[in-house]
């Protein structure tokens, strides 16, 4: 069996609460986003509820401490399988003392993913791509909290329970880089079909509001973007 390579990781999650609000902040942040050397790619996400706290949310990418990384080539083909396998993200010393330290950043701690599916890069596979996204508040932050993440968060609700035709491709364990973060942490499922069996997406989601697992949200995408010498047609 070949060795899967691990990146460290960071994301940044820039939370909207109105158009008004997005048309204000929104290409700014983006902007600034594209003009930092690890930037990998973003995704603004839009709520598919009418009276969502947060009507969108900016998910983007970044590579944390590397030096000298490259750019993971963009995969041609995607395997289909019923697989899921664990990432584990192990930020090293080396690379803790060169992370991004500043609000609205969150590592990577370990993500869930279907056998064939590349832990870069994260460009919606298709034009039905859905994700849902809970958001935790935490008075405390301990390492056997983290380790059981998969249970309290409900991500093994969603991994046994996720309706087989939105075709769950990852869940993601993110944890605030500052402790001022308004989210303690943060779990990112992404659906490759989501859009497709809208109705399906729509009740599971309202099954997940009612175990009240955090801060429950249904997002499609609504743009993607990546840094400037990497553009696409998309």
């Not at 390579?5 to 942040?29: C, G, H, I, M």
């Not at 943060?186 to 801060?215: P, Q, W």
Request: hydrophobic content about 35%; aromatic content about 12%; charged content about 25%.
């Amino acid at each position: 069996m070949s060795s899967i390579p691990l990146y460290n990781v960071q994301a940044r999650f820039k939370f909207y609460t109105s158009e008004d609000n997005l048309s204000k902040e929104w290409k700014s942040s983006a902007k600034s986003n594209t003009h930092q050397t690890t930037f990998l790619e973003g995704i603004l996400l839009k709520s598919l509820e009418k009276n969502a706290q947060f009507s969108y949310v900016d998910y983007s990418v970044f590579f944390s401490g590397i030096k000298d990384f490259k750019r993971p080539a963009q995969p041609r083909n995607h395997v289909q399988s019923d697989v899921l396998r664990v990432h584990n993200h192990k930020f090293s010393i080396d690379v803790l003392g060169n992370r991004i330290l500043q609000p609205e950043f969150y590592d990577e701690i370990e993500c869930i993913v279907r056998d064939g599916v590349k832990q870069l890069p994260r460009t919606p596979v298709s034009k039905d791509s859905l994700y849902f996204l809970t958001s935790f508040h935490a008075l405390e932050r301990t390492q056997s909290m983290e380790e059981i993440w998969s249970t309290w968060s409900g991500a093994k609700f969603i991994l046994w329970n996720c309706p087989r035709v939105l075709n769950l491709r990852r869940i993601t364990f993110l944890k605030a880089t500052m402790r001022s973060e308004n989210f303690a942490y943060l779990i990112l499922c992404e659906c490759e079909n989501g859009m497709e069996h809208l109705s399906v997406a729509m009740d599971f989601y309202e099954t997940l509001k009612t175990r009240r697992c955090g801060l429950v949200g249904l997002y499609k995408v609504e743009r993607y973007y990546i840094p400037p010498h990497h553009k696409t047609d998309k």
